[in-house]
């Protein structure tokens, strides 16, 4: 449960949290966008002082139906952002969501970031794999069926959890095979799935440790909330809240959210009722 981080080791047996910066102008939650140089670095000292141990960075969004940026304005925006942060936090941890090897490998060796982010599971560029097993730095695998353009369609699974780790095992063997060892995965929650396909995945999570690697998940105002609660994006903290304890529950090492703060307090209250080591222990 262990990530080597630049040769730090990041331990993941302790539920951790990513806040997520968007330097994009369209990213579904209003509220995650950061366009100005002022912007970015506020919010980057905030998430570090509320106690996040990653801070994510995306310049392209992914939400269904996004239109995809050119890569050049998506490089620029994410390693200008990166550089930001790192300029002013030298110890930050900052990984890069990208489906496209140019933006990570740019991020990764010119920007100074530490993890890269795909939502694709390298489906999306046949550059990822082999950038993420030059670079040697850890890798966050999520599931996506279809597209950002296509995958809320029609999505469909014989069976959302079984399918979905075939696929992660075909993939993670990949990677293993050509020496990666950093590897997280992320059953993509939204991600082409249905409501019902999501509230499957967080009521079968556990199963997802059947590949021996930490798990993340990305929960945070999501659409399974807010619709199934009549409410819009931004009135969705509560319900985050109570499906990330339910994620911890179920051995999540991960969180991926917006709001850093009321993570940070659900792991302290998950923490105080599940002593160190006990729900993972009963996972194993």
């Not at 409501?195 to 945070?220: C, I, W």
């Amino acid at each position: 449960m262990f990530i080597n981080v630049k040769g730090t080791l990041l331990d993941l047996s302790h539920p951790r949290v990513m806040g997520i910066i968007n330097v994009t102008e369209d990213s579904f939650y209003e509220g995650s966008r950061f366009l100005t140089d002022d912007q970015v670095i506020a919010v980057a000292s905030e998430m570090l002082d509320e106690g996040a141990d990653i801070l994510d960075i995306g310049g392209c969004s992914t939400r269904p139906g996004a239109l995809p940026v050119s890569e050049e304005e998506e490089l620029k925006r994410v390693c200008h952002a990166v550089e930001l942060i790192k300029n002013r936090y030298h110890d930050a941890v900052v990984s890069v969501d990208t489906f496209r090897a140019s933006v990570a490998g740019a991020a990764v060796r010119d920007a100074g970031a530490d993890i890269i982010n795909d939502i694709s599971g390298g489906q999306m560029d046949a550059g990822m794999f082999p950038l993420v097993t030059d670079l040697n730095v850890p890798y966050i695998m999520m599931h996506m069926q279809g597209t950002p353009q296509t995958m809320q369609l029609n999505p469909h699974y014989d069976d959302v959890i079984a399918d979905i780790l075939i696929w992660f095992s075909e993939r993670i063997t990949l990677l293993q095979q050509a020496g990666v060892k950093d590897i997280i995965i992320d059953p993509g929650f939204g991600f082409g799935k249905s409501a019902g396909h999501n509230f499957e995945m967080l009521r079968r999570l556990e199963e997802f440790h059947t590949a021996g690697l930490p798990l993340m998940v990305g929960l945070s105002r999501k659409s399974l909330i807010w619709r199934t609660l009549n409410l819009t994006p931004d009135k969705a903290l509560a319900g985050t809240v109570a499906l990330h304890m339910t994620a911890l529950m179920k051995g999540a090492s991960l969180l991926r959210v917006h709001d850093v703060r009321e993570a940070k307090e659900v792991i302290t209250l998950f923490e105080k009722i599940y002593p160190q080591g006990s729900l993972f222990d009963h996972y194993s």
